[in-house]
């Protein structure tokens, strides 16, 4: 990411009358704060703007309710056909826009935000800073050679996206510009210890059995990743409707799994109760890219943090994920 770069996207924003803003399907809070804090940002100037997500039915996960500014947001039928400038937030490739990746033919002009190593520049202008903690982070760094103002209905959603993608400030990409950040956000007077309490600490008693149930089944592989060990679970659409669960809800299940102090590598495999496809979570303690793992599977994501959409079985696709773990490099402490 060159100057050249930043100074392209701030000449697109700065003469835009009408922007459309679209994030990743299935958005978690980055893509969604990132997205919805830039679009409350241009409104305040005077921008006309839409945001969606190419999502069957869009619909904001409940733990994200009280974001600002979720007026901007729009059915994906009634996302523009044709948009002027079209802005991407947190999605390293097109097929991750879902059914509103087309308007990528259309738009006049693409600006692409966002963080991911396996980011495919498939934008006009392209802002991807892979050591960038969130997504969130770009858009603040834009805003500022925007000139514009933090304010608190902005500032919500940007401290969305960084707490999620930082874990709450517990993961590598944490530096002291993302805590210098995250202070000025808080500046504004936002209630992080709501919004925290909401993402994190806020789920039904379905959500809580359903976590027992699939975290009692889970599996350990002591052989794979080449003896570094894998512990993996599903959560089958079934499970989800027994307990009057969404996918959306279980985006959390991953991060109980993953603490198996057993295995390297954890896995959820989720069954999308509208397509039956699989999707895949992954994560990593350090040892192996999962990345580059979850890429060459038609995927994508971080180093340690990665996914992707598998229409093999639950069998079968474990089995390909199994290969691919023994074939994928360990990386040096
Ligand atoms: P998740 O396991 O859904 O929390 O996702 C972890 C990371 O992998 C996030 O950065 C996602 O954007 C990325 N990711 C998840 N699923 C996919 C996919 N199907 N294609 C590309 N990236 C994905
Ligand atoms: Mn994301
Ligand atoms: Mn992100």
Known sequence: MTER?????????????EVALLCHVGPDGDAL????????????????VVASFGDERMSVPSSYAYLPAQDLLVKPEDFPAAPALLVTFDTGSADRL???ADRLETAGTTLVLDHHASNTRYGT??????????????????????????TAEIAAPLYTGLVTDTGSFKYAATTPAVHELAARLLATGIRHDLISRSIWDTASLSYVRLLGEVCARAQLDPAAARGLGLVWTSVRAEDLSRHGLALSDVEGV?????????????VVLK???STGLLRVSTRSKGAVDVGAVCVGLGGGGHRFAAGYTSSEDVDATLARLTSALQAAPHLAA
């Open 5 to 17: 770069d930043w100074d392209d996207a701030v000449r697109l924003l700065d003469h835009a009358d």
């Open 33 to 48: 704060g990132s997205m919805l804090g830039l679009g409350a940002a241009l409104r305040g100037k005077g921008v006309t």
């Open 98 to 100: 879902g059914s509103l």
């Open 125 to 150: 202008v392209n802002l991807v800073e892979p050591a960038a903690a969130a997504t969130a982070v770009v858009v603040a760094e834009l805003l500022d050679r925007l000139g514009l103002p933090l």
């Open 254 to 266: 991953i991060d109980v799994v993953r603490t198996a102090v057993e295995a390297e590598v954890a």
């Open 271 to 273: 069954e999308d109760p």
